[in-house]
């Protein structure tokens, strides 16, 4: 049997982590992305800020098809996902997602969270299910709460326990979207960490974040998104301090 064991091939092992090409998307007659292009390599952490309304979400989705394009490309380490023969579920057991919400069952412990998708989808044994999830509990600092319910659990603890699900998945790379939004103000800290954590282990990282602290200073890149198109793009710190295109400064000088 093939188990998530084998080593993952990577088909293309040069081409980048993500790769978008003028991707279009649609809902009615409202065109939400107007022609995205960009690209992840494998190790970067590329932060994505933009108004309400500006297609993050959107963008996000369809990287791992939650939303299908209208037209355009998306490569996932080299495999374009919109080609019929390709097994997109295989796909996207190699990118992790972590919401705003975080959706864990509140029927089931954070070791039952941790482990039900590793045994239904990698089809790996309870126990050896168990020993990753323990693993990954370790690296968000919950190894203490393997038995408790989500809803004993603050809201970033259970942000800590849905990251740890994802990760326990051993993704390629992971989707954050606007992590830490859902948060009181005192909880965000130990997200982030854990986040600046994974950036630093070389995970590759899309972040939608209003945290521009975060952006500054872990990111390696920083898109700005207005209106379903990318408007700038560059070094966080750069495109932060000195913003080229006038709706960047605009959108900036509210958040900052
Ligand atoms: N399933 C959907 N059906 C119809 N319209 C949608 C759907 N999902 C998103 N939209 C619309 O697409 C646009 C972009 O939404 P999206 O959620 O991607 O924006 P966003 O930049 O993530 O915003 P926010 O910062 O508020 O999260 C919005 O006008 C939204 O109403
Ligand atoms: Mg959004």
Known sequence: MSTDETPRERVHPDAPAI???DLHKSFGDHEVLKGISLTVRPGEVVCVIGPSGSGKS???RSVNLLEEPTSGQILIE????????VDVDRVRTRIGMVFQQFNLFPHMTVLGNLCLAQ???LGRSRAEAEQVARDNLVKVG???????????????????VAIARSLSMNPDMMLF???TSALDPELVGDVLEVM????????TMMVVTHEMGFAREVGS??????DGLVVEEGDPREVLANPQEPRTQAFLSKVL
């Open 142 to 160: 919950l190894a203490d709460r393997e038995d408790a319910y989500p809803a004993h659990l603050s809201g970033g603890q259970q942000q800590r």
């Open 19 to 21: 790769e978008i090409r």
């Open 119 to 121: 045994q239904r989808v």
């Open 78 to 85: 080299g495999i374009d996902i919109l080609d019929p023969e």
């Open 177 to 179: 979207d606007e992590p």
């Open 221 to 226: 890149r920083l898109i700005f998104m207005d």
């Open 58 to 60: 959107t963008l996000l």
């Open 196 to 203: 600046r954590t994974l950036a630093h282990e070389g995970m």
